[in-house]
């Protein structure tokens, strides 16, 4: 049994080291790197959720947002394209479908509570791995100062839609570098300092080690998807239930009727940490 009580880590690395592996990951981290590990969403006042598409962040992390802006934290939506490809019909024009798809975008978010829907502004599909969106979203995480940030999972196995792995990617990188003071690129607005993002969410996670409790909420998601009625108002009954039924899941794990489930990490261990995978 170890018992720390503001310890040095160096006094107990061998102790540390003798325990099973995830149990002394799990201590590790919740004592010598990040204390408020298991009180994140308590402590955050500022959050910015990142999705590829209008729709993404009422999908994985809806209830929780609803949740944490009832409870006066400012949170920040910033969409990565324009969802022009999110028809199956071929008679709509890709533009106009983005035009419908901005304006569900911002009902969804204001029924979330939502202070600002930002877009970088790349078209559906095309969500580029590069400097330029990298650059984007670090001015954005200087500007808005998010203490906490919500990005897909772009280590999700079987994940097929680049813009789901392009937005997680970028995101992740884009957390990493917004708060080194030698980090700049063109384009890159002068004169914002640099940002630390305390934690970083990942939403559509198979590897979740932190579940939210929505069993307030999940109305207030699901009232927030509706309003995506080019997505869901052909086929609600399966969404709901869809959604309902995740909840359901992800709720049994803590206990409580609704949950949404993350992987939550110390945004230090984003870089060069073998046990990152298993925290
Ligand atoms: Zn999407």
């Given at each position: 049994?170890?018992?720390?009580?503001?310890?040095?880590?160096?006094?107990?690395?061998?102790?540390?080291?003798?325990?099973?592996?995830?149990?002394?990951?799990?201590?590790?981290?919740?004592?010598?790197?990040?204390?408020?590990?298991?009180?994140v969403f308590e402590v955050v006042n500022r959050v910015l959720c990142v999705a590829p598409h209008p729709?993404?962040?009422?999908?994985?992390?809806?209830?929780?947002?609803?949740?944490?802006?009832?409870?006066?934290?400012?949170?920040?939506?910033?969409?990565?394209?324009?969802?022009?490809?999110?028809?199956?019909?071929?008679?709509?024009?890709?533009?106009?479908?983005?035009?419908?798809?901005?304006?569900?975008?911002?009902?969804?978010?204001?029924?979330?509570?939502?202070?600002?829907?930002?877009?970088?502004?790349?078209?559906?599909?095309?969500?580029?791995y590069d400097k330029e969106a990298r650059t984007k979203l670090i001015t954005l995480i200087r500007l808005?100062?998010?203490?906490?940030?919500?990005?897909?999972?772009?280590?999700?196995?079987?994940?097929?839609?680049?813009?789901?792995?392009?937005?997680?990617?970028?995101?992740?990188?884009?957390?990493?570098?917004?708060?080194?003071p030698h980090y700049t690129e063109e384009n890159l607005i002068t004169g914002l300092e640099p940002w630390?993002?305390?934690?970083?969410?990942?939403?559509?996670?198979?590897?979740?080690?932190?579940?939210?409790?929505?069993?307030?909420?999940?109305?207030?998601?699901?009232?927030?998807?509706?309003?995506?009625?080019?997505?869901?108002?052909?086929?609600?009954?399966?969404?709901?239930?869809?959604?309902?039924?995740?909840?359901?899941?992800?709720?049994?794990?803590?206990?409580?009727?609704?949950?949404?489930?993350?992987?939550?990490?110390?945004?230090?261990?984003?870089?060069?940490?073998?046990?990152?995978?298993?925290?």
């Open positions: 049994m170890v018992v720390f009580v503001s310890v040095d880590m160096s006094k107990v690395v061998g102790e540390l080291a003798q325990l099973p592996l995830e149990e002394s990951v799990k201590l590790v981290v919740r004592k010598f790197i990040a204390p408020d590990f298991d009180r729709d993404d962040c009422e999908f994985g992390v809806g209830g929780t947002i609803a949740s944490l802006s009832r409870k006066g934290k400012r949170v920040y939506m910033v969409i990565a394209t324009d969802g022009s490809l999110g028809t199956s019909d071929p008679a709509i024009a890709p533009q106009r479908l983005a035009e419908v798809r901005r304006q569900e975008q911002e009902e969804a978010a204001s029924v979330l509570g939502v202070e600002k829907v930002m877009w970088l502004g790349y078209r559906d599909g095309y969500m580029p808005l100062k998010p203490e906490l940030v919500f990005a897909p999972d772009a280590w999700l196995p079987y994940e097929a839609h680049l813009d789901h792995r392009n937005t997680g990617l970028v995101t992740a990188e884009a957390v990493l570098f917004a708060s080194l630390h993002v305390s934690y970083i969410a990942f939403y559509y996670t198979s590897r979740p080690n932190t579940f939210y409790d929505i069993t307030d909420t999940i109305e207030v998601k699901l009232e927030a998807l509706k309003a995506h009625k080019s997505q869901v108002s052909s086929n609600w009954g399966y969404w709901e239930a869809l959604l309902r039924y995740l909840a359901i899941l992800y709720g049994k794990k803590i206990g409580v009727k609704y949950a949404e489930a993350f992987k939550l990490l110390p945004t230090s261990l984003l870089h060069a940490i073998p046990f990152t995978e298993i925290v």
